[in-house]
Nanobody, 120 residues
Framework: QVQLVESGGGLVQAGGSLRLSCAASGSIFSINFMGWYRQAPGKQRELVAP???????NYADSVKGRFTISRDNAKNTVYLQMNSLKPEDTAVYYCNAEVTGWDLGRYDYWGQGTQVTVSS
């Protein structure tokens, strides 16, 4: 089993910054994809930013130029630096990871979610 533990959410004023962290632990041979999703009330969960094991990144149009995803492979940790936050960024943010286990099977895991609230 693998656990993803997120931290760093909270309440911030518009224009402010937050940094989310997600640490993976457990039965991990390697971590392939890692990414951050978010879900606002009444909306579908959306992909915010993915990062591959090689460090290739992508961003949703709504966060380009404001958010930066990074990862520390040695620590099995992914980060999301969020700058110039807007009220529309308010959501529960979820960490996701595709993990190769010691049985060489690929498994998908989710964190418990962390609330980000941006006040206007």
């Amino acid at each position: 089993q693998v656990q993803l533990v997120e931290s760093g959410g909270g309440l911030v004023q518009a224009g402010g910054s937050l940094r989310l962290s997600c640490a993976a632990s457990g039965s991990i041979f390697s971590i392939n994809f890692m990414g951050w999703y978010r879900q606002a009330p009444g909306k579908q969960r959306e992909l915010v930013a993915p990062i591959t094991s090689g460090g290739s990144t992508n961003y949703a149009d709504s966060v380009k130029g404001r958010f930066t995803i990074s990862r520390d492979n040695a620590k099995n940790t992914v980060y999301l630096q969020m700058n110039s936050l807007k009220p529309e960024d308010t959501a529960v943010y979820y960490c996701n990871a595709e993990v190769t286990g010691w049985d060489l099977g690929r498994y998908d895991y989710w964190g418990q979610g962390t609330q980000v609230t941006v006040s206007s």
